[in-house]
């Protein structure tokens, strides 16, 4: 089954010849009219060496306020300044004057707008409807940017003409900005796709116009601001409604929320997990504890996969399942599909396995929330030796929180380890969780999140770590326990590895 018969377009050509035309489209105000034509386009201004001849919007902000390098935009290759109106200091005025004039000589456009995002989400939806490339949206509360990468490492990457939203830029900022950035030749697009409030998806598929829809999961993630599971359930379900009815929405059939949002697509829906019920079922995943893999097999269409996933996590299976079902819809071989997956590699902090001193660690500092954190306690407790878990809070979890963390504490108390270090108060509620479950109070140990008590819990950990125990590192990403797995490597290997 696959989505479309004929081969997509692909991207290329510029995005406008004047400034005229980018007035057009935008209906920014016209100051220059320049004659240099543009293509892609950035947000800061350091990055447009890497870009010549890109467009330069220039936003206010609460670091920096981008209006105060429109000539440095303009010495570094921009063809075009878009400049968002608003409160100016005398230094942002003199700057937007001065760059006006420099502009005039270089054939540089400027254009003014009181709203930059809402002109670069119109650049960007008009260059998207240029091309009929295929766009798989990825949403999900958790594993949103590893599926992502997955799908996109699956159809080919690069060498077949796939690009993706790099990082996790995923918002009305990053999605836009990815779109007007694919390169040239680009055939296949995977948008990852995040949100806050109600309403955000909807927005990115209108920009991005997906005909595959994957979500991956719904948590209490970001809570504290969307509101309830059942707000987040509902904002999730939007990509999925902007599916057209010759798409496909591939659902988590293990998580109820995403199972509940088949019946809001017109699009031919997917089911991928461990249920008997999924269309694309993971038989099993099993770790390799000698070179931290995960060999994991589906069954698709009566045919089974395997996948050598160079990944250490049960977890990670589900992203690799729906990397291969994308790879079916869109007529990819899947057992092609499935080697390549043997090459994947996740961003830095997203649970990397690391070796130091003979103890491993699993590096899964980035970010957290309850099903990813309860994901990463099941890996470790298939671990051999002795074990450890370096837990931070979860942030935004709204009036989740709390018992969200009790629930990761008692799920700690279920990994037998031999010790739980817990980092700042916000996580207090993950050692009363421990406790509560049986956990004994010198098996538990309570540190600040500072510097001081975070070499106190690499003091501790390489004390008492031997060849072949493991380590879990995790917490949401302002705990910033990256910061432990340096002093880790400290500790255990004389040095950051």
């Not at 386009?41 to 010549?52: C, I, N, T, Y």
């Not at 540089?108 to 707008?113: A, E, F, I």
């Not at 989400?121 to 766009?135: K, M, N, P, T, Y």
């Not at 893999?293 to 990944?311: N, Q």
Request: aromatic content about 4%; some cysteine; glycine content about 12%.
């Amino acid at each position: 089954m696959s989505v479309a018969t004929v081969r997509p377009s692909r991207v290329g050509g510029y995005l406008a010849t004047t400034g005229a035309e980018l007035a057009a489209i935008t209906g920014a105000e016209l100051l220059v009219d320049g004659t240099l034509p543009v293509r892609g386009a950035r947000v800061d201004s350091r990055r447009l060496a890497e870009q010549p001849g890109a467009l330069f919007l220039a936003l206010p902000g609460a670091q920096t306020d981008g209006r105060l390098h429109l000539s440095a935009a303009i010495n570094a290759g921009a063809h075009a300044l878009i400049i968002q109106s608003g409160a100016e200091g005398e230094a942002v005025s003199q700057e937007i004057r001065s760059a006006q004039e420099r502009a005039l000589e270089h054939g540089v456009s400027v254009l003014q707008t009181p709203d930059g995002p809402r002109a670069l989400a119109q650049l960007a939806a008009h260059w998207r409807a240029r091309f009929d490339i295929e766009v798989t949206g990825v949403t999900g509360s958790v594993g949103k940017t590893t599926t992502k990468e997955a799908i996109r490492v699956a159809l080919g990457g690069a060498d077949a003409h796939v690009a993706a939203t790099p990082g996790n830029a995923n918002n009305e900022i990053g999605l836009p900005l990815a779109l007007l950035n694919m390169p040239d030749e680009t055939e296949r697009f995977v948008a990852e796709m995040g949100m806050y409030v109600g309403g955000e998806i909807r927005s990115l598929c209108t920009l991005a116009r997906p005909r595959i829809g994957v979500v991956t999961a719904i948590d209490a993630v970001h809570a504290e601001r969307a509101g309830d599971l059942d707000a987040i359930e509902a904002a999730k379900g939007e990509l999925v409604e902007e599916l057209p009815a010759d798409g496909f929405a591939l659902l988590a059939a293990d998580d109820p929320r995403v199972l509940r949002l088949r019946v809001r697509t017109a699009a031919h829906v997917i089911l991928v997990g461990n249920s008997e019920v999924s269309d694309i079922r993971i038989l099993s995943a099993e770790l390799d504890q000698v070179s931290a893999r995960t060999a994991v097999v589906l069954s698709i269409g009566g045919e089974k996969i395997a996948i050598d996933l160079p990944l250490f996590g049960v977890h990670f299976a589900r992203a690799a399942a729906f990397a291969v079902g994308v790879a079916q819809v869109c007529g990819v071989d899947l057992h092609q599909a499935a080697e390549r997956l043997s090459t994947f590699e996740l961003p830095g902090g997203r649970t990397s396995v690391q070796t130091v001193g003979g103890v491993r660690i699993i590096d899964d500092s980035y970010n957290a929330a309850p099903s990813s954190m309860a994901a990463a306690l099941a890996t470790l407790g298939t671990s051999r030796g002795a074990r450890f878990a370096a837990l931070g809070a979860m942030g935004e979890l709204g009036s989740y929180s709390a018992e969200a963390h009790l629930a990761i504490g008692r799920a700690a108390a279920e990994s037998d380890l031999t010790a739980l270090l817990v980092f700042g108060s916000e996580a207090d509620g993950i050692a009363e969780g421990a406790r509560s479950a049986g956990m004994t109070v010198d098996q538990i140990v309570r540190l600040s999140a500072d510097e001081g008590g975070i070499a106190a819990g690499a003091g501790l950990i390489a004390d008492r770590a031997r060849t072949g125990d493991t380590v879990l590192i995790k917490a949401s990403r302002a705990v910033a326990l990256e910061r432990l797995v340096k002093a880790l490597h400290e500790r255990l290997n004389g040095g950051v590895a």
